[in-house]
């Protein structure tokens, strides 16, 4: 039964659903979801028990049209409806945005959700993949990026913020600052699928300069911050004329009955959902306070609902998947065929605490087989970077257009041209011809953003740093793509050569001090202020809460 189980995720670029989970695991209950990033807190109880008491109407009559359903979100929302076209699921409204609007090619930094790349790539676009820099945090430099895009001639772009599955956080002023030097793109896509459940700006969504705009879309998810995916709702916002480009393309009952429902008694529940996402941001805290002290276990910096972690050096994603699953009932999310991503790194959703300490003494097991089982066992090529996956393997041997070769992009060897690059000195090489692979942005300080000249020039602030906790065991010096490195007080004895034996932690990390240089203890969490029983909490909080609030 366990080899079945782990059989589904030999597939596709997704994980397997918890449908198809339940039909292998056999009897029991489901697994502990890690993997599913949506909010634990939200529907209530008491909701979940209302919808259940309307299930034979829901599943037995017609839902209203598309525009009823949409017109009463906006009113929620306090947005146009011309605005607004609903879809089932934001990967419904991903499809026709392809199929309409990008004409030729699109850019998108990588790792990041997988229909960004997969979608254009199969209508025979040219997809130009920016990657993100491990050594600086996965963290998204526009003015790179707006170079990349003006050296690749590429007609639209897509950021996602935050971004999937490393949580990556965007300022609101730096997305107008690019959208601005952008203008002459036929099509920019700002992805806030997860803006829902970040706190690092009162109100980070680009959503009424959108509307500005003739060439920018804003995609959210409904079914990621409201805890139903099932349900597939989500929605764009863009200038009237983008968004009934889309919406005259969408069939008139694209969404289903489930979806009328929730949108109509959401705003019975407002306070519910506020205090959902300040728990759920709460949890994220504490999930990364306890996951940062697990020896040789990078934790990334997220303002999204889920971490991003790299494993300890030895550690096979794909392993520690199947073990989680099958020794620990416990659904985790290796990014092995993630492009831009490896098997050494996991997408964790946040979780209630109690399942979080399941999900750390289940970790411990597996990584350093404290109580039973074998340690992960070390890489046979002698290399801490594996795909993991047959879908990356499968585009080791494809070209992206006449660019990027991604043999060289997913671990296969340099990177032609790189050398190069680094020669230059900070910023982008120069182009290289067609077929011979395409530069990396290379570590140093951030060029400008190309710009009108009566803006000014962007300056991104520094990412934060992830968070390594101290390895017990004998090491080397630190890894080379440690985000920050910082010497240790002791020169440290050569580590042994081998796997990890059972009981001892694996091998090449730095302390969270170290990487983040800084000694001070993160700060606490906000204690959470009781919420009203009904209601929204005020006429503008939870439209705020993404930015949204206002409507001129």
Known sequence: ???????????????????????????????????????????????????????????????????????????????????????????ELITWIDHLLVRESLAVPVPTFGRWTDQPMETGKRVDMFPLQE???????????????????????????PNNPDGGF?????????????????????????????????????????????????????????????IRFGYMVANPSLAGKVRSMLPKWNLNAFAEYVVFMLKEHGAEYAQSLLQVRKDRLEMASQLSVLPGL????????FLFVRLPVGAEGTVVRDRMLTEHRILVRECGNKIGSSSRFLRLVVRPEVDVRRLVSALEQVLYG????????????????????????????ETNGAGMQLAQAVGAGPVPGLAAAAAMGPGLAAAPAAGVGMPLPVAG????????????????????????????????????QVPMQMPLQAPPPPAPVGPTPPGVPARGGLTAAQVRGMTAPAPPAPEL???????????????????????G
């Open 529 to 551: 202020a009781p919420a009203p029983a009904t209601g929204w909490p005020n006429a503008q909080s939870w439209p705020n809460a993404a930015g949204m609030g206002q409507t």
């Open 370 to 397: 404290s109580r039973r089982g074998a340690a992960v066992p070390e890489l046979g090529n002698g290399t801490s970077y594996s795909s993991g996956t047959a879908a990356v393997d499968r585009l080791v041997s």
């Open 135 to 161: 050594s600086n945090g996965f963290a998204l430099d526009l003015a790179q990026y707006a170079e990349f895009i003006r050296k690749r001639g590429t007609r639209a772009a897509v950021v996602c913020n």
């Open 298 to 305: 990078t934790v990334y910096p997220s303002q999204g609902n």
């Open 1 to 91: 039964m366990a080899g079945n189980v782990t059989s589904l995720f030999r597939s596709g670029a997704h994980s397997p659903s918890m449908a198809a989970l339940t039909r292998e695991g056999g009897e029991g209950a489901g697994p502990v979801d890690f993997c599913i990033p949506c909010n634990p807190y939200f529907p209530t109880p008491a909701m979940m028990e209302t919808m259940a008491s309307r299930l034979k109407d829901i599943i037995t009559f017609y839902p209203s049209s598309a525009d009823t359903i949409t017109a009463e979100l906006c009113q929620l929302l306090q947005l146009p409806p011309q605005a607004v076209a609903m879809g089932n699921g934001s990967t």
């Open 445 to 480: 300080p951030p060029a400008g953003m190309p710009m009108p000249a009566a803006s000014p020039v962007m300056q991104p602030p520094q990412p934060p740093q992830p968070m390594v906790a101290q390895m017990p065991a004998p090491m080397q010096a630190p890894p080379p």
């Open 170 to 230: 965007l300022h609101k002023q730096a997305l107008v600052q690019f959208m601005d030097a952008m203008a002459d793109l036929d099509l920019i896509v700002i992805d806030e699928s997860f803006l829902e459940f970040a706190d690092a700006e009162a109100e980070p969504s680009v959503v009424q300069e959108a509307m500005l705009r003739p060439n920018v879309i804003v995609l959210r998810s409904l079914g990621k911050n409201f805890g139903l995916h099932g």
